[in-house]
């Protein structure tokens, strides 16, 4: 395999704001690559200097081979950028958005043709091709700039939040036609998402980027089982636990902490399925009676807590916060 | 390059032309100014209440009182209005029923008899500088009057008067606006096409997608500066068919006289589009691009001598009105609408706006190059 993006020590700085602290970054050819983090974590920046379209202070970054600061135009041959904000045209039909980029990227009039053909079926929206993109819903629009972002059959697709504001049906579709282009067509796609869920359900991996710098890096799982005690068992007896039948349980092998509150037990283990079978076991032994049993698996959000100490939600909390504290006391 | 180019100027074109009741307003909104601004500004002011209190009889007296009639009569620029003294007239003067008042004191015309100085007092509203001001030329253009007739019987004099001769076909005030008109309409649609689809482009995100493709921002400001050209040309040719109409002028000079016209609409078109971009290159909300707009408009078409002659203007603002490339286009315009196709008396205005399009693409293109 080789590097669709190697990112050396790559630096953003606005004044002595550093957006974007030294990172580096490799995402392999093929892979899906999240960059996941609160709002304000430097991602949409890292992105911006990946794609060319914010100049990298210092470091070194090179995107499907192409040096980025050296050969801009070369750069957006290569890659597909679907942004954040809704930039598709409400006053052109779906047909004339992708005609019009596909222009842009000069691709011959034969070609431009089946192209679009080719991805407005893909997405869903051949039917609705002659309508205005004034007529379409949010969710609608998104996949219309990704198939806008694909018109040139570029070698990397950044996707920007691609799933911001939408409803959870819309999410899903997005999510499949995310999978069935990594899957079906091999194509090398990062993603920017502050969706904990997204990042998990469609990631190859995820890098998490806080303060502007790469705070961890790996597969879903790889991530959460960095986390100690990465399973959750929330056990109910038949009656308030006692200290003892707690400091008992606690010693079981594989147990990493055990809290009780009145009837239950709330036991971090490292393998909770192979943990709960012996847990239910030893309570029996103990004459007790178990009456519900249920276990949770660690989340990227647990990972995020674990790594940065507060969760994903402070963390975007925080960023409104501070923005909101920049602004005059009037317009707050 | 070519292609990218045109890929932009056909979404900015079909972008317009899909929203007709803006279009519909570039073109409306200069035909209203021309229909407002021939009906409020045009022609002589007329009936102004001019209250008369007489306190003589004597042969001057009735001479100015006469006089006054004749106003009232002929240009009507008065309406006369019995006065029986002073106060009253002033009660009336102040409660605006009257625009102002005459008091022919009681010795007017045996002071003059006896070769005195003797004076009429004339009372006028001054809040209304114009009507006070026409009130006071009409009376005092009434006192030779007073004496004329003898002076004539005396020396035997024959009247002498002015005839004016009109080089040119006559203008009346609403035709003389329509090249005003036409100028504010290109002005409209640059802004329209040219300032306010960048800024909102800008606002909205879509320049930055545009930048993630191999677009240049040359390419951008290129197909900007053509689309804008197209509908702001097509939307002032509309507005000078329709003034044309409605005011019954005509383009003089034959095929000659279209052609100089067509280049002096696209000159124009073409100047304003380049400024209205230069001017907005940095504006990234639309508010700002509000603002800008309304204040070069003003800035530009008043002193552009549309309305009135930049003869009249303090020097500051004959500057002002020299730099202004809606002063030359409008020069230009009537110069070929005006002056029966006389095409010379037009091709100073047409080098200044050849240099000022020239200078201003270049600092649009300079401009967007660095702020998009």
């Given amino acids: ?332 | 390059m070519i292609t990218r180019v045109l890929a932009v100027f056909e979404r900015d074109l079909r972008r317009m032309l899909r929203n007709p009741m803006t279009l519909f307003g570039a073109i409306l909104m200069p035909l209203v100014y021309l229909i407002i601004l021939g009906n409020s500004l045009q022609g002589p002011i007329e009936r102004l209440p001019l209250g008369v209190v007489a306190f003589d009889q004597g042969p001057e007296a009735r001479e100015f009182i006469g006089a006054l009639q004749a106003l009232e009569r002929g240009p009507k620029t008065v309406r006369l209005v019995r006065e029986t003294d002073a106060e009253g007239a002033l009660a009336s003067l102040r409660r605006g029923r009257l625009a102002g008042f005459v008091v022919v004191p009681p010795h007017f015309s045996s002071d003059l008899a006896r070769g005195r100085n003797a004076a009429i007092g004339l009372y006028v509203d001054n809040v209304d500088a114009v009507a006070s001001a026409a009130l006071v030329a009409a009376v005092t253009a009434t006192l030779p009057a007073v004496k004329s007739p003898l002076a004539r019987f005396e020396r035997h004099l024959g009247p002498a008067e002015v005839r004016p001769q009109e080089i040119y076909p006559r203008v009346d005030y609403d035709t003389s606006l329509v090249p005003a008109v036409v100028v504010m309409a290109i002005f409209i649609g640059s802004m329209l096409a040219g300032g306010f689809n960048l800024v909102m482009d800008r606002f909205l995100g879509v320049h930055e997608s545009y930048l993630s493709t191999p677009l240049t921002r040359l390419d951008i400001a290129l197909g900007v500066l053509g689309s804008g050209t197209v509908v702001t040309m097509a939307s002032s040719a509309l507005v000078l068919s329709a003034g044309l109409l409605l005011t019954g002028g005509r383009v003089h000079g034959g095929p000659l006289g279209w052609v100089a016209l067509v280049l002096v609409l696209f000159l124009t078109t073409f100047g304003l589009l380049a400024m209205m971009m230069a001017a907005l290159g940095r504006a990234n909300h639309p508010r700002v691009g509000q603002m800008l707009g309304g204040f070069l408009n003003v800035i530009l078409f008043f002193p552009s001598g549309a309305l009135y002659p930049i003869e009249s203007f303090p020097a500051w603002l004959r500057v002002v009105a020299v730099v202004d490339p809606e002063t030359h286009s409008i020069a230009a315009l009537k110069a070929i609408l005006f002056r029966s196709g006389d095409l010379q008396a037009a091709a100073t205005s047409v080098a200044y706006l050849i240099v000022f399009g020239l200078a201003m693409a270049a600092l649009a293109v300079t401009t967007l190059k660095r702020t998009l």
Wanted: charged share 30%; hydrophobic share 40%; proline share 4%.
């Fill in chain 1, 1 to 332: 395999m080789s590097a669709a993006i190697e990112a050396q020590k790559v630096t953003r700085r606005f004044g002595d704001f550093v957006a974007v602290d030294a990172v580096d970054l490799t995402v392999e050819e093929g892979e899906l690559f999240g960059l996941l983090g609160p709002n304000g974590a430097g991602k949409t920046t890292l992105i911006r200097m990946l794609t060319g379209l914010s100049r990298i202070t210092s470091g070194e970054a090179f995107v499907a081979g192409v040096d980025v600061r050296r050969d801009p135009v070369a750069l957006r041959r290569a890659i597909g950028v679907v942004p954040q904000a809704l930039t598709s045209d409400l006053d052109l039909t779906g047909w004339e958005n992708l005609d019009i980029y596909a222009r842009f990227f000069e691709v011959p009039r034969q070609r431009r043709r089946a192209r679009i053909e080719e991805l407005l079926r893909r997405v869903e929206l051949w039917e609705r091709r002659g309508d205005l993109v004034s007529t379409y819903s949010g969710g609608m629009r998104r996949r219309l700039e990704i198939a806008r972002g694909l018109i040139h059959r570029p070698r990397l697709l950044f996707l920007d939040e691609p799933t911001i504001g939408l409803d959870p049906q819309s999410r899903r579709t997005i999510w499949d036609l995310l999978r069935e282009l990594h899957g079906g067509d091999s194509l090398t796609i990062s993603l920017t998402t502050h969706y904990m869920d997204e990042a998990e359900a469609l990631c190859d991996r995820v890098a998490i980027i806080d303060h502007g710098r790469v705070v961890a890096v790996g597969s879903p799982a790889q991530l959460k089982a960095s986390v100690p005690g990465s399973d959750t068992l929330d056990v109910t007896l038949d009656g308030p636990a006692s200290e003892e039948l707690a400091a008992a349980m606690g010693a079981l092998p594989g147990v990493r902490r055990i809290d009780r509150e009145d009837a239950r037990l709330v036991v971090r283990a490292d393998d909770g399925a192979r943990i709960l079978p012996r847990l239910v076991e030893a309570i029996t032994r103990e004459g007790r009676t178990v009456t519900a049993a249920a276990m949770s698996r660690v989340s990227l959000e647990d990972v995020f807590i674990q790594i940065t100490g507060r969760s994903i939600r402070d963390g975007r909390a925080a960023a409104s916060e501070a923005r909101r504290s920049s602004l005059p006391r009037r317009f707050t």
